[in-house]
């Protein structure tokens, strides 16, 4: 009697922390479907779009679990294109994509000097 206690309430946290777990949020809009992705605290994971084909299309943004934003980027029926921006801990990374090959990385750290100033 003792087990099948034991695995009731083991089930029942299961079903528990199953429940909490925020479904993405989908929006029709015209020939484009919007997504916001969550991650397992409810902070937004990841938002962007997918075009009627069902590929990955357009402006797309990436969340650590804080909510602070880690990506940003964009694609072309399925395939990374133009500038994509990686921030991570004081640096920022700068990757160049055509057809989702890399053509070019630029990278920036809080001692880098970007531009001066002359007055």
């Not at 003792?2 to 929006?27: H, N, R, S, W």
């Not at 997504?35 to 994971?45: A, C, F, K, P, R």
């Not at 989702?100 to 990278?107: E, P």
Request: glycine content about 8%; proline content about 1%; hydrophobic content about 35%.
């Amino acid at each position: 009697m003792k087990k099948i206690v034991i695995i009731l309430v083991m089930l029942c946290v299961g079903f528990t922390y199953a429940q909490d777990k925020k479904e993405p949020k989908l929006e029709k809009k015209g020939d484009v479907t919007l997504i916001t992705y969550y991650h397992d605290n409810g902070e937004i994971s990841q938002k962007g779009m997918f075009n009627a084909e069902g590929n990955v299309h357009g402006e797309w943004k990436m969340y650590d679990v804080t909510g602070k934003k880690i990506a940003l980027g964009s694609y072309d029926n399925g395939k990374k294109v133009g500038k994509w921006f990686f921030w991570q801990d004081d640096s920022l990374k700068e990757v160049d994509y055509i057809d989702s090959r890399i053509v070019n990385v630029n990278q920036w750290d809080n001692k880098t000097k970007v531009a001066i100033n002359n007055k």
